[in-house]
């Protein structure tokens, strides 16, 4: 009995240029297959696995805590509204309608470094967009060191990690007290390179591939000459769910796409008591990660009909979610989904621009004079990301001995409900104590 097997990778980069005159080409992240964990357990004694329909699981979520003070959980929730503002206005400026993936916290990583860096307006309108308020550097960064240190931790078997890099042409002096901050509440490795050399891109690219077990091996293909930093973050999610979904239920069926378009894919089956909820647009539940005493999970949003995923989208933010969450209860659910993968590259200066941080990307009005002593006219002339999520029915013996203790006493509700993602949704996917969305995706048949 297999659990179905989640990773993320994904990659935030922002450089730093001198002058407006010259762009830096990147060429787009190499992705290699991410399903690398396979193993069995055995199915529960107390279940009848000749019918699909009668192995019914609890995949409740139970939460602890990251230590985090009132206003630091406040300030993730502000957060929260970038991360829906983000991804929003990503999908509204896509010129093609596609199965995206976003890390928006990565992306509020990068952005906080440069925050870290800026003075004036440009610091200004960084918080304002992170919906940071008038909180200042040290309150910022001591929220992302916090989330650094205590994400890792809570849960022993869910591997989250995340990593800050900064590669600086050798000509640059950084200024002590910020090369001093990334260390301190970043944890960024720094590294002095001469960009004129085929090793230094060759490092760069070393960094990424160790940071993302080798799936992203090569961020850059060349460094342009008025290259003087770049910044990066790397996020590394992977993760089984709590409960499992059997491969020998798993189907190949009819996904109906946006463009009434019909395609074939393997959708997964099970029938389990989740955390359920519908509103006037779509319906949701909630699908548990790691052990006994999950923190991590993943929300399935799917529009009612007449609905699109673009009403979804539309009708997030921060306070809305919240509430849609607390109303969330136990139902039995007859849950199909397709087991899918996405790789996305997102650039993301204009989508910052429109959500009101413009002069970071200003040649002549940024004001990042907190960086370096040597170079004070810095600003940022690509902001992207690379992302990929796969999905499928891989998983560890860890989580077969969790569902064996859940299975037993287990008192079903009367109501079931449907819930057959056989046409494009949306996920997120959260940190449950501290409240932190992680991911951000949707899904349409590609």
Known sequence: ?????????????????????????????????????????????????????????????????????????????????????????????????????????????????????????????????????????TTVNELCKDMIEGLPLVDPTVSMTMANYIAARQDVVMEDQFKKDMDTYYRAETASLDFSVPEAKQTINDWCSRQTDGKITEMIDDLDNSTVLILLNAVNFKANWTQKFDPQDTKTEKF?????????????????????????????????????????????????????????????????????????????VDIVIPRFNTTSTNNLQDAITS??????FDPEKANLSKISTSFKKLYVSKMMQKAAIEVNEKGTELVAVTE???????????????????????????????????????????
């Open 1 to 137: 009995m297999k659990r179905v097997f989640i990773r993320t990778v994904l990659l935030t980069m922002a450089v730093i240029m001198l002058t407006a005159c010259t762009k830096n080409d990147l060429e787009e992240t190499t992705v290699s297959n991410i399903s690398d964990v396979s193993e069995t357990a055995d199915t529960p004694n107390n279940v009848n696995t000749s019918d699909p329909t009668e192995r019914v699981v609890m995949m409740l979520p139970e939460t602890t805590t990251i230590e985090l003070t009132d206003e630091q959980k406040s300030l993730i929730q502000s957060n929260n509204d970038f991360s829906f503002n983000l991804f929003r206005t990503i999908e509204q400026l896509a010129e093609k309608k596609q199965s995206n993936a976003l890390s928006p916290i990565s992306v509020t990583y990068v952005m906080g470094m440069l925050n870290d860096g800026a003075a004036g307006e440009t610091a200004q309108e960084i918080t304002s967009v992170l919906r940071f308020g008038n909180s200042d550097a």
């Open 256 to 332: 109906f796409k946006d463009d009434n378009s019909i395609c074939k894919l393997p959708l997964m089956h099970r029938k389990a008591e989740v955390l359920y909820q519908a509103n006037d647009t779509y319906a949701s539940i909630y699908l548990p990660y790691g052990g006994r005493d999950p923190k991590w999970g993943m929300t399935v949003l799917l529009p009612n009909e007449g609905k699109t995923i673009e009403d979804i989208i539309n009708s997030l933010n921060a306070t809305g979610w919240k509430e849609a969450k607390g109303k969330m209860t136990p139902a039995i």
């Open 355 to 360: 959500l009101g941080a413009p002069l970071v």
């Open 404 to 446: 064996a203790d859940i299975w037993y006493g287990l008192i079903l509700p009367e109501n079931l409900y449907n819930f057959h993602a056989n046409r494009p949704f949306v996920y997120v996917i959260q940190e449950a104590s501290s409240g932190a969305i992680f991911f951000i995706g949707t899904f349409r048949g590609e």
